[in-house]
T-cell receptor, first 116, second 112 residues
Framework: DVKVTQSSRYLVKRTGEKVFLECVQD?????MFWYRQDPGLGLRLIYF???????EKGDIPEGYSVSREKKERFSLILESASTNQTSMYLC???????????????FGEGSRLTVL | AQSVTQLGSHVSVSEGALVLLRCNYS??????LFWYVQYPNQGLQLLLK??????LVKGINGFEAEFKKSETSFHLTKPSAHMSDAAEYFC??????????FGTGTKLQVIP
């Protein structure tokens, strides 16, 4: 059974703290994604990666960075957390082949981050 | 550029009634289209996808969607709603690259 695991379901951090959100997939997928989900805004793409050490900016990359040192792991980093980064963060992976967009995204259960 | 518009952030239906969730898309290339469902406190899971093989797509749990190029629509339907269908539904579009763009979601309430 395919699985995307996010390390923390709930986190509470203070403004200015550095935050790491970890995501691991066991499906040998090349592509991994980080989205944030906010009520009324749906899912918005922060960053994605189609290979180890490769990353591409999504629609809202400001204030975030990512790391992909191993194929199965994709980390989202908030260098200095702010209250407007309070949100649900969803990691996903897929087998979408380059030049095609028909692959299914497999999602983790999400990490709800509160920044005080 | 690609985008998705979901009409209606909340939809209520009676148990046993028709479910219709609306989705319109914009894409500069022939699109791939998806419907995902999210149950409370869970991630999203795929309901169905359109990849140009057939305009009427059948998915899990009795859902289906029809791709209409002339209307740039991909509406989701189910003939008879069940209580277990209560969830949030997301339409998404991909234009032949890895990036998948989601709509703002529609919460479906099923009334007994």
């Amino acid at each position: 059974d395919v699985k995307v695991t996010q390390s923390s379901r709930y986190l509470v951090k203070r403004t200015g703290e550095k935050v790491f959100l970890e995501c691991v997939q066991d499906m040998d997928h090349e592509n991994m994604f980080w989205y944030r989900q906010d009520p009324g805004l749906g899912l918005r793409l922060i960053y994605f990666s189609y290979d180890v050490k490769m990353k591409e900016k999504g629609d809202i990359p400001e204030g975030y960075s990512v790391s992909r040192e191993k194929k199965e792991r994709f980390s989202l980093i908030l260098e200095s957390a702010s209250t407007n980064q309070t949100s649900m963060y969803l990691c996903a992976s897929s087998l979408i082949r380059r030049g095609r967009g028909d692959g299914e995204l497999f999602f983790g259960e999400g990490s709800r981050l509160t920044v005080l | 550029a690609q985008s998705v518009t979901q009409l209606g952030s909340h939809v209520s239906v009676s148990e046993g009634a028709l479910v219709l969730l609306r989705c319109n898309y914009s894409s500069s290339v022939p699109p791939y289209l998806f419907w995902y469902v999210q149950y409370p406190n869970q991630g999203l899971q795929l309901l169905l996808k359109y990849t140009s093989a057939a305009t009427l797509v059948k998915g899990i749990n009795g859902f289906e969607a029809e791709f209409k190029k002339s209307e740039t629509s991909f509406h989701l339907t189910k003939p008879s709603a069940h209580m277990s269908d209560a969830a949030e539904y997301f339409c998404a579009v991909s234009g032949g690259y890895q990036k998948v763009t989601f709509g703002t979601g529609t919460k479906l309430q099923v009334i007994p």
